[in-house]
């Protein structure tokens, strides 16, 4: 049983270390001559953050590794089985990260909304078992926090994600405008992202669409991007960013921030 679980935390810190290893060749070399914002841009949406909004996933990889360094450490028995179950969904979920890399960057972009969806299932799971009783404090600081922030974002980068896919498929102003469209999926995140933050009770998750929603505001707002040309989308984002100040602020006055 010793042995299993060791080569459980191995595995664990091997696919964290290939998912670093890929996303940094991503850009470095780059993977197919393109980096991961080039991608992007290829496929301009209204829903898309200002560039300096993707610097969170420097956060999410220096608090994935503090997870990766504190899952080592002895547990006692409850904490380590639940640690246990994480690190399998982590395991699958850095794999599934790696090869999102690849079909984004060959622009195979159904092929990425399906791997978006089994990370943000992953993640999901990942929630479930952190917000168990049996977790102590400094288990909810290195685990919850670190993983919430991931939640947070692959929440929001998976409506993005889909937009992305839309657009591939040349469905500009399909039905209605792409302004009502834009403004749809602002609530739709809005209310998502709002109903997760409160049922998991981290605080962490929820800041994580202040920071994605502030990154569209720029975006829109910015004279080198879209320069205000869409003034209600402007409003709604606004909006939507203080309502999630809001829930977050609801959380710590119950005192339930994770």
Known sequence: MLKNKTILKILTLISFILMIVVNAAANILPIN????GGVSDSYPNLFAPAGVTFS??????LLLAIYVVYQFFPKPKKTQ???NQI???????????????????????????ILTLLLLYSLIKISNLSNDEGFFLK????IKIPFGVYFGWITIATIANITTFFVSLGWSDFIFSDQIWMITVLLVGLVIASWKTITSKNLAYGLVPIWAYYGIYLKHTSALDF????????LVTMICIMIFVMVNFYLFIKKTIF
């Open 33 to 36: 001559g393109i980096t991961a």
């Open 56 to 61: 969170i996933w420097g956060l999410i990889y």
């Open 139 to 142: 288990d909810k600081l290195f």
């Open 87 to 113: 690190n399998r969904y982590f395991i699958f979920s850095s794999i599934i990260n790696s090869t999102w890399i690849f079909f984004w960057h060959y622009q195979m972009i159904g092929m990425t909304v």
């Open 227 to 234: 320069n205000n040309e869409y003034p209600t989308i402007i």
């Open 81 to 83: 089985l639940l640690i």
